[in-house]
């Protein structure tokens, strides 16, 4: 009996292969480990004490598809790496006393020297900090149309300000709380930004449409079934009357922001 017959297509390649570019760098090779670059595309460093923490959410959903098909990328390096001594030291006590311990300013220094090693173009350099500007969704615009970025996640007490100072670091929070290190809201601002590039969502009025693309947060959403529990879908959304359904929208957009988020509100009437 002869033998079935075999299929002969070629396997498709990765998507990223052919666009790998190698940078030198002078950092011992037990203290970084390089990750080889996709050419082009905008890249996520994020120096921490929990590198086993990435990606995270970030290798879900769409970011993760994003993540694998070569659309940005992310590299976690082990800040323990460059740590002090036998036992890889990173933090020492304040200065001046009182509680916790604070990252050293020789060791983070080590870290963000090999981060940045070899960048090119626009990098911002950003630590996640509870004292810094809120992020937003400007931040995010911003830094999607950036070569890349490196993110500094604190601990302990913080680090030693004259890191900050020597390398001109960018302050971002999550938000007015305090949490135990910055891993949690570098992931959330990667996020925030990846899904502004393009392809990684599929749908770019989907950016266009939603909270803080003009100022205002989003209207209502409504899907099937048309009635649930005695509550109905509005009626002008079932309409086909795009106009109508347009001014709707940005009525209770207006009406949600005015209610919800005076601040920003209030902003709308200010200059840039």
Sequence with gaps: MPDEPQDQATPRPPRA??????????????????????????????????PSAFPGVLG?????????????????????????GKHRNVDDTPAGGGPGMVLRADVLGAAIEAAQAGVQGHWPLIYLSPRGKPMNQALMRRLARTEGVTLICGRFEGVDERVLEQYRVEEVS???????????????????????????????????????????????????????????????????????????????????????????????????
């Design 17 to 50: 292969l052919g666009r790998k570019t190698i940078r030198p760098t002078l950092t011992p090779r037990e203290l970084i480990t390089p990750t080889p670059d996709l050419k082009g595309v905008w890249k996520a460093k994020v120096i921490t004490l929990f």
């Design 60 to 84: 879900e959903s769409l970011t993760g598809k994003a993540l694998q098909e070569g659309l940005w990328q992310l590299e976690a390096i082990d800040l323990r790496q460059f740590g002090i």
């Design 174 to 272: 999550l938000g007015d709380f305090v949490m135990t290190g910055g891993e949690i809201a570098a992931q959330a601002l990667i996020d925030a930004t990846v899904r502004l590039m393009p392809n990684v969502l599929g749908n770019a009025a989907s950016v266009e449409e939603e909270s803080f693309s003009s100022g205002l947060l989003e209207h209502p959403q409504y899907t099937r079934p048309a009635e649930w529990q005695g509550r109905a879908i509005p009626d002008v959304l079932m309409s086909g009357h795009h106009g109508e359904i347009a001014r709707w929208r940005r009525a209770q957009s207006e009406r949600i922001t005015r209610e919800r988020r005076p601040d920003l509100w209030a902003a709308r009437d200010k200059p840039d």
